[in-house]
Every structure is written in structure tokens, then in C-alpha cells.
């Protein structure tokens, strides 16, 4: 039997979770302005890549893989 993969709603990403991605990654690199440059790359990234989403982790733990990468 096939796992159902669960669908992704891009459309609430920033909303959701940029403040976690911004704290996440001001865990890394302080300068203000390339953690927001890095939070954009990282959810520009995960809407090209959505069709690769499989499900197995939520949508922020997915992203934070994303941005930590």
C-alpha cells in the first residue's frame, strides 16, 4: 500500500515560518540582512523543489533542511 503524500500550501510559508527560519539561522550568521536574503532563498528553493516534498517531515522541518543547506 502507498503512503499518501501530504499536499504543501506554499502560499502561507512566509507567514508561517519565516520568523522560526530567521531565528534558526540567526543561530549561525548575525548579520539582519543575509538572514533574510537566506530565509527568500530558502523558500524560493522549496517552491522550486516542491514536487520533491514526499511527505515525511513537516512542512518547516522541510524547510529548515532547506535553509540549513
Known sequence: MKSEVKSINPDNWMDLYSEYLKAYARKHVSNDSI?????????LA????RKN????ASERTWLTSILRN
Open 35 to 43: 538572514i533574510e536574503d537566506l530565509v527568500q532563498e530558502a523558500i
Open 46 to 49: 522549496a517552491l522550486q523543489s
Open 53 to 56: 516534498y514526499r511527505g515525511e
